[in-house]
């Protein structure tokens, strides 16, 4: 693993400090390293990508984020501020380490459209973009979440469930995001689902 990732993160890390947006981005990590054990991908471009992806978050007002994501209406422009902020943080921190300037332009260009993009560019954005998704089926998501969008936490994880066919892109996250799900299910007390 490349010795510069800790360095990258340490740098994101004042950024990362709106939205839970820091024990998101370290589980996000956790994730995408299974998902390169499983479907490979650049690591080089994975993990910087999944490190700084949600760093333009510090460019929007806390009272405005929680319109830009989550169930229900979403404001895309304040979500696509996340995303050419990030991508333009992003570019600074990784030239700042002395990234690879070919390797920091395919993570800058996957970081400017993580969300709002909903095909993948690359296998690499793909597993960057499952990584990013499958912290919504975490166990801290889980108290996070429902908690943010006020809502019962039985009622989001059955509302996870149903959008696993249509976020995921690799099979990895999907099997992944229906392990994770079923956890949460019998968490909130709920009886298993038979899938």
Known sequence: MDSRYPRIYELAKPLLATRDNEIHTRIAFRFALTLLAAEGGNEAVILPAVLLH??????VPER?????????????????IHEVEG???????LE???YDPDLTNEIVEIIAGHDSRRDALSLNDAIVKDSDKLWRFSEEALEVDPRRFRVHPAVHAQWLK???????LTRTARDLAREEIQKRILSCGLPPAND
């Open 64 to 80: 405005l984020q929680l319109k830009a994501f989550g169930p229900g209406q979403v404001d895309r422009d304040l979500n696509r």
């Open 87 to 93: 991508a333009k943080k992003a570019r600074e921190i």
């Open 96 to 98: 700042r380490v002395g």
């Open 162 to 168: 149903q959008k696993i066919d249509r976020w995921f």
């Open 54 to 59: 949600d760093i333009g978050w510090s460019s």
